[in-house]
């Protein structure tokens, strides 16, 4: 089904809902950017239109980043303040490093978000050959999590209209 999602090409939103959790006090979302496939944008634009409603207008928004070492942390850090200096929304930066070799992104994930109300985490498109195990990856991954909101940008979506100040706009502030 999922394939079948991927092949229209159209937006894809998944809520794991948590039952007991929901969406707690509504106080912090996190986004999180794996930085390999083009869902950033409209996991940002989704943190901007969440953010903006009465419910969660006083929560704060975490873009987050995992990271292997701390040698790619100024790298990190800079693009995610530059992808953020561009957007129109309120968020702190996060840069996250994996304390051990066998810890994965994942579980810098898990322990990370453990108090956000609501996380976006990209939704890779799975592999033609994979089948069972991506979706047991992907259920695996969200057990002991709060409310999850997974995110696959259509390859024609485009949010810089939207997201992100033009050059008119910031010669208009100026």
């Not at 089904?1 to 939103?13: A, E, F, Y």
């Not at 790298?75 to 129109?88: E, G, H, N, V």
């Amino acid at each position: 089904l999922l394939r079948d999602l991927v092949v229209l090409d159209h937006n894809l939103l998944l809520l794991h809902h948590h039952e007991v959790k929901s969406f707690g006090l509504q106080k912090r979302i996190d986004i999180w950017w794996g930085g390999r496939e083009h869902n950033w944008s409209l996991m940002v634009l989704l943190g901007t239109l969440i953010q903006s409603s009465e419910e969660w207008e006083s929560s704060t928004v975490r873009l987050c980043v995992v990271i292997d070492s701390e040698s790619e942390a100024p790298k990190a850090r800079k693009r995610l303040q530059r992808a953020l200096a561009r957007s129109k929304l309120r968020a702190e930066t996060e840069v996250f490093i994996r304390q051990v070799e066998e810890e994965t992104p994942f579980d810098v994930i898990h322990r990370e978000s453990e108090e956000a109300s609501l996380t976006l985490l990209g939704l890779r498109t799975p592999d033609p050959k994979e089948g069972k195990e991506y979706l047991s990856r992907i259920s695996t991954m969200l057990e002991g999590m709060g409310s999850v909101l997974l995110v696959r940008a259509s390859s024609r979506f485009e949010a810089t209209d939207v997201l992100f100040e033009t050059e008119e706009q910031q010669g208009e502030e100026s």
